[in-house]
Nanobody, 116 residues
Framework: QVQLVESGGGLVQPGGSLRLSCAAS????????MRWYRQTPGKERELVAR????????NYADSVKGRFTISRDNAKNTVYLQMNSLKPEDTAVYYC?????????WGQGTQVTVSS
């Protein structure tokens, strides 16, 4: 049974930080490219960050570059998203995505709200 379970979301003030986690099971995590997406009602889903199978290559949306960091621990089957200097426009539901060969898997999402 494939599972991707996000955690770490919540309410934070502008300028604050959050660390999201995504725990994977039911497939070979170490051979999967991992991505974080986010979506706000009325807006198109946005690719936030991507990390290669061994963690040697990362990519970020221009809107989060320099503030967010994606990382992974293949021994723990977990991918992380460290979010610093948060802005109100970062408010969204954040989703974890795994790509293995031609298959894709999605988590249920975790809400991040940035507000004063």
């Amino acid at each position: 049974q494939v599972q991707l379970v996000e955690s770490g979301g919540g309410l934070v003030q502008p300028g604050g930080s959050l660390r999201l986690s995504c725990a994977a099971s039911g497939f070979t995590f170490s051979s999967s490219v991992m991505r974080w997406y986010r979506q706000t009602p009325g807006k198109e889903r946005e690719l936030v960050a991507r990390i290669s199978t061994a963690g040697g290559s990362t990519n970020y949306a221009d809107s989060v570059k320099g503030r967010f960091t994606i990382s992974r621990d293949n021994a723990k089957n977990t991918v992380y998203l460290q979010m610093n200097s948060l802005k109100p426009e970062d408010t969204a539901v954040y989703y974890c995505n795994a790509q293995q060969w031609s298959r894709e898997y999605w988590g249920q999402g975790t809400q991040v709200t940035v507000s004063s």
